[in-house]
């Protein structure tokens, strides 16, 4: 596509469909994770901070505090509850013992993996009437687009 494409009004109202449907899209699914989330005793953010965990191995609060765009003070009382359900653990670090990391423990394994495979089974349900080729393809351009965003 050259740069007069791109500037043209058709290309422009391609891309405000594309996030106004992005917008709704990520409104559904933050629906319905509430929804599957509503039969477990974590709350939402309980959930996102699982699953940094889960995602990116154990981390200080700072850095869940950070990644989760919460004040410090917010994810302290997010991991006191979350330590007092035996779904995570502090651990001092093994090479400085001043720094004290968030672990998840096998019971917070369990339940994220959980959540999860239940969303991945709700999408599959949506995808249902998609060929294998079109699921392939959305695959493919969510990657892309995925990668493209973290590079901007």
Avoid: C
């Avoid at 109202?13 to 990520?26: C, F, L, N, T, V």
Wanted: overall charge negative.
């Amino acid at each position: 596509m050259n740069v007069e494409e791109k500037n043209s009004k058709e290309y422009s109202d391609m891309i405000a469909i594309i996030e106004k449907d992005m917008r709704y899209i990520s409104g559904i699914i933050k629906q319905k994770g509430r929804e599957i989330l509503s039969n477990y005793t974590i709350t939402p953010p309980q959930f996102v901070a699982l699953q940094w965990l889960f995602e990116d191995g154990d981390m200080t609060i700072g850095e869940l505090s950070n990644k989760m765009y919460l004040a410090f003070s917010t994810t302290t009382d997010l991991v006191d509850r979350m330590e007092k359900n035996e779904l995570v653990q502090r651990v001092k670090d093994p090479n400085d013992r001043r720094v004290v990391r968030i672990h998840l423990l096998d019971e917070g394994k369990r339940l994220i993996d959980e959540v999860i495979k239940k969303r991945q089974m709700y999408l599959q349900e949506v995808l249902g009437n998609y060929s294998l080729e079109e699921v392939a393809h959305l695959k493919d351009n969510f990657i892309r687009l995925h990668q493209e965003m973290r590079e901007k």
